[in-house]
């Protein structure tokens, strides 16, 4: 079964994305900061990270830059899903290292559609 970390402070947006993700067979784990995130990511990694952006203590952005500079998590795929969706938050996040960005509200289709491209099996 695969494995994604959710780090999301909404709970309506966590509560959506949790479902997505469990009708399609994942098992999910959920942070709310990225202090939690950071404990929950190091083992045994996720599958598959979906990050927000605006975050009690560190941003999504921040948390996509340490992972992709770290050898360690620089493979997991990353997702940032935020209501900040102007061309400027998507190329600031892609040049992060996030491997897709989805606007809030996140719809399903969307989503399953972006997990098939960045994870295999």
Known sequence: MKTVL???????????????FQKSGWSVLTANSGDEA?????SPAPDLI??????????GFEICRD?????TTSKIPVIICSTKNT????M???MLG???YL?????????????????KG
Do not use: F, Y
């Not at 992972?67 to 050898?71: D, E, G, V």
């Open 98 to 100: 996030a491997d897709a």
């Open 87 to 90: 061309d400027v938050d998507k």
């Open 38 to 42: 950071n404990k929950k990511i190091a």
């Open 103 to 119: 606007s809030k509200p996140v719809q399903h289709e969307d989503l399953m559609e972006a997990i098939k491209r960045l994870v």
């Open 6 to 20: 959710i780090v999301e402070d909404s709970l309506t947006d966590l509560a959506i994305m949790k479902g997505c």
């Open 50 to 59: 979906v990050l927000d952006v605006i975050l009690p203590d560190k941003s």
């Open 92 to 94: 600031w996040g892609n």
């Open 67 to 71: 992972l992709k500079k770290n050898p």
